[in-house]
């Protein structure tokens, strides 16, 4: 189904380069977008970019919206993290997201954002495919750079795969971490990094990691994404492979990420 683009485009930023690739693609497209950031690390890049830049606490619901109202936003994206730990701490948080909160059944990563989706439809707000954007930025199939997998890593990829679906059903995480067909690690709150650090730590050297789409990905929120931070943390813990899932993975700056995998033996493929 194809949508119309409105001129002028609202995005929610959380932490990290990715809004800031929309923010730049979509400006250089001739979009105005007005930028709701929940972050402080990209807020300068951002105003690069977006006509204006609001900073807000990610449970300032109704200041938000009034934003949102005022600046005539009918549509918007989600991009970046927003680490979920905020829901356990409430700080900032006024009372209607409090209430919110109180009367969802569970606080897992998809019924947190269909609240929020279903909030914002309630304004006339349409939510959209996140990669609409930056669609360039999603990989195929094969792998990426110099390094290729062994058998045995393969085999660790293929196990992998098939676990972090099966999380991915279950909406837990979308990452896992693998060492001679043995579970390391397995995603929750944490989130990627600290997953690989862990799981990693246990594996000693050469932990495979698998990163994939859930089984029913809803592509307005929480599609995957690796960049040079993930590199990085992958080299300072040792371990040897990242596999994707394939047209369903976004890689930032892919450049400097397949440089830096082919300068520290990393394979990384997407699958």
């Not at 990426?144 to 795969?161: A, I, R």
Request: hydrophobic residues 45%; contains cysteine; proline residues 2%.
């Amino acid at each position: 189904m194809s949508i119309t683009l409105d001129n002028k485009q609202g995005l929610i930023a959380g932490d990290g380069i990715l809004p800031i690739r929309m923010a730049q693609y979509a400006k250089d497209n001739g979009f105005e977008v007005v930028c709701i950031s929940l972050a402080s690390d990209n807020c300068g890049e951002l105003k690069k970019y977006c006509t204006k830049v609001y900073s807000c606490h990610p449970g300032e619901v109704d200041r938000i919206e009034n934003i949102l109202k005022e600046e005539q936003i009918k549509q918007l994206t989600f991009l970046g993290k927003v680490h979920k730990k905020v829901l356990l701490q409430l700080n900032k948080f006024d009372k209607r997201a409090i209430d919110l909160i109180k009367q969802a059944i569970r606080l897992n990563d998809d019924q947190v954002m269909l609240t929020i989706v279903e909030q914002l439809a309630n304004i006339g707000i349409e939510v959209l495919d996140q990669t609409i954007f930056i669609k360039n930025l999603m990989i195929p199939a094969g792998v990426l750079g110099k390094h290729k997998p062994t058998e045995s890593q393969m085999n660790d990829v293929n196990y992998g795969f098939w676990l972090a679906k099966e999380m991915g059903g279950l909406d837990v995480g979308q990452s896992v971490v693998i060492k001679d067909k043995m579970i390391m690690a397995v995603e929750a709150l944490e989130g990627t990094d600290a997953c690989i650090k862990r799981g990693a730590k246990l594996a000693k050297k050469d932990a495979v990691i698998v990163k994939v789409a859930k089984p029913k990905q809803d592509k307005r929120f929480d599609i995957p994404v690796i960049g040079m931070k993930t590199l990085k943390n992958m080299h300072r813990r040792h371990a040897s492979l990242i596999a994707v899932e394939a047209n369903e993975t976004i890689i930032v700056d892919q450049e400097k990420v397949i440089e830096y995998a082919d300068k520290h033996n990393i394979v990384i493929m997407a699958v």
